[in-house]
């Protein structure tokens, strides 16, 4: 599956913004790792939105500070500082993990980097307190086709939301 599937379920608006991508290196370098190229694709051709209302992507190139490159590093931080304070509910070392969505609950969704291809990372989600965490055992394109095919089940995500039609709309 990949971004051609996505776009038969979830049609890309007429005019987009923050699409044109450009220096994925910088972005890379900072978070010390590559980006997945489902999600390079889906940033190219969505650019900065959300779907359904409800879940926003995460994009590294927004101007808008809760959807850029500054959230994602926020979410390792506040994780870090969660698993200072509660190590047993915080085990996972933060650098084993990616934000790339959040939802209006504050729920985030993540990418486990496990191994250097980041093409094959499992999308997770993440409790809005972030101690409780969902393995999809999907990649973010499997992700989000099952989402949209309304296939996800999910304890963290509203079933309004599972069950809903979702549109894509740009910020």
Known sequence: MGIEQITELLPVPEK?????????YSISAALQCEFPSDYKLFISTYGTGV?????WILNPFSSNSNLNLEKALYFRHAYQQMKEKFPTDYAREVDTFLPWGVTDNGDSLVWLIEGENPNIWQVAIFSSDQANEEKSGLTMS???VALLEKKVRSSILPLQFLEAEKLFVPL
């Open 16 to 24: 987009t913004t923050e699409s044109a991508v450009s220096d994925w």
């Open 51 to 55: 779907i359904g209302g409800f879940l």
């Open 142 to 144: 499997d992700f989000l």
